[in-house]
């Protein structure tokens, strides 16, 4: 009888054990299965060193700010090159931009009388989504081609809102010399900037009133989040500043002491407040992943104008840190464990890491160039990445291996310092000197000689592809 009972109970026992278990399964079966929602959000030449999170001594992102606290702040995250179409190439694909014709040393982005655009054979976050039923929108700054075959339509974005290219273009009347276009950038006036407004394939409103532009950016993110809460989603939101010329809207002129920069600034800040306010309104933070970055380093020739990257030298153009190092914060409540990282990252990251989220294979058939970094945001692992690579147009510049940069070609951003080929590239411990100051070369041949393998092993990898920004 005894052992009848003692048998009854550890059989009811191992049931029990057996249905939790079985539960648990269940649980984490729907947590496996339930599919996230993913936002990225762009910035378009914003600096290293323009939040206040990441130092920015007069210039307010409380919205940021909490964003980081919240989540991770990456101080090593990099994006695929320091302008803007083969940035935004490398972000979408997941690959260098040398590899899908989205670079060139003549013309360094696309413009409104290029015949380009990003081929339509490749992958991109939207279009690899989109086959698992996701909605996706991209709101914003396309630029990669703006002719109808490269449209974000046709690059698996069921929607679009935004002007196709960068807001300095279309400049009316032509402006006869350098100063003349610094002028009209730094005094900007709306009608002097004819880009026009698209909803999907149709000009809107041309040109584009941009003093409401961010307004407007967030109320239609606000609008597709809202409309898609019940499956999941893909927003690309692309701002169009702090890119010169400035505009903000009413409410945010002469609010900043960093002047109408630090405007644009706190404007994007609110924009940010108001899409975390939704997704929290709507139940949708626990099950949304948001990142914050910028497409390339500060516009230093605009000055004042341009922003700042911080402790960083260089900006926007070049390849020393400044010009692709951006502040990047990722935020998912439950989802990212919160803290500083420093491991390397980079924007190519975010497909693969994105598509192992969302449990989506993507072709095998081509080359990426970006780790999947799931396991560094969930707090589980390190990340895989050792290597950056710094592409000026199609050629490497400097290569980040572990804690040392190696520049083998040097040049000012823009005018100034020619182009250089060293030697004996200059080397930079860029944990110990972040601001790229102490060149060490000769103490470190060893270095030296790695590097150049690693740049060898990078090139052979290469495959020759018709180049889009020439067309
Ligand atoms: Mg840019």
């Given at each position: 009888m005894k052992t009848f009972n003692i048998k009854m109970i550890v059989m009811t026992g191992l049931l029990f054990i057996g249905i939790t278990r079985q539960q648990n399964s269940i649980a984490a079966e729907k947590n496996k299965t339930s599919t996230p929602n993913f936002i990225i959000i762009f910035a378009d030449d914003?600096?290293?060193?323009?939040?206040g999170t990441f130092g920015h001594p007069t210039i307010r992102t409380p919205n940021l700010d909490k964003m980081a606290d919240e989540g991770q702040k990456w101080t090593n995250f990099y994006v695929?090159?320091?302008?803007?179409t083969p940035s935004r190439a490398g972000l979408l694909t997941g690959r260098l931009p040398i590899r899908t014709g989205m670079c060139s040393d003549k013309r360094r982005v696309l413009f409104p009388d290029s015949k380009g655009g990003l081929p339509t054979n490749e992958t991109t976050i939207a279009s690899a989504l989109k086959g698992s039923g996701y909605a996706t929108a991209c709101i914003g700054?396309?630029?990669?081609?703006?002719?109808p075959q490269y449209s974000p339509n046709k690059h698996g974005f069921d929607y679009y809102f935004g002007i196709p290219y960068s807001n300095d273009m279309d400049l009316t009347p032509k402006p006869k010399s350098a100063q003349d276009y610094f002028d009209a950038c730094t005094k900007p006036r709306v009608e002097n900037f004819n880009v026009p407004l698209l909803r999907n394939s149709e000009i809107i409103e041309r040109p584009a009133d941009q003093t409401t532009i961010t307004k407007r950016y967030t109320s239609e993110a606000i609008n597709f989040i809202k409309q898609n809460k019940k499956k999941p989603f893909f927003l690309y939101l692309a701002h169009s500043m702090p890119h010169v010329p400035l505009f903000r809207s009413k409410e945010f002129e002469g609010k900043s002491l960093r002047g109408v920069y630090g405007d644009v600034i706190e404007e994007l800040d609110w924009s940010l407040g108001e899409i975390i306010k939704t997704l929290k309104q709507n139940g949708l933070d626990e099950n949304t992943l948001v990142v914050f970055t910028s497409d390339n380093g500060p516009w230093l020739t605009f000055k004042d104008h341009g922003g700042s990257a911080g402790l960083l030298s260089g900006g926007k153009g070049g390849t020393y840190e400044g010009g692709m190092r951006e502040p990047t914060i990722f935020w998912n409540p439950g989802g990212v464990k919160p803290g500083v990282v420093m491991d390397l990252g980079t924007t190519m990251d975010l497909l693969p890491t994105i598509c192992h989220l969302a449990n989506v294979n993507l072709p095998n058939d081509r080359k990426y160039?970006?780790?999947?970094i799931s396991s560094v945001l969930s707090g589980t692992g390190e990340s895989l990445r050792d290597i950056v690579f710094y592409y000026r147009g199609t050629q490497v510049y400097a290569i980040r291996k572990g804690e040392f940069k190696a520049h083998f070609i040097t040049q000012s951003e823009y005018g100034g310092e020619e182009k250089k080929v060293q030697e004996t590239p200059l080397l930079y411990n860029l944990e110990l000197d972040p601001s790229e100051k102490y060149n060490i070369t000769e103490e470190h041949p060893e270095i030296i000689k790695e590097m150049k393998e690693v740049l060898e092993e990078h090139l052979s990898t290469l495959i020759p592809v018709e180049n889009q920004l020439e067309k």
């Open positions: 914003m600096g290293y060193g323009d939040m695929a090159a320091p302008v803007c700054k396309w630029h990669l081609g703006h002719l160039d970006g780790y999947d």
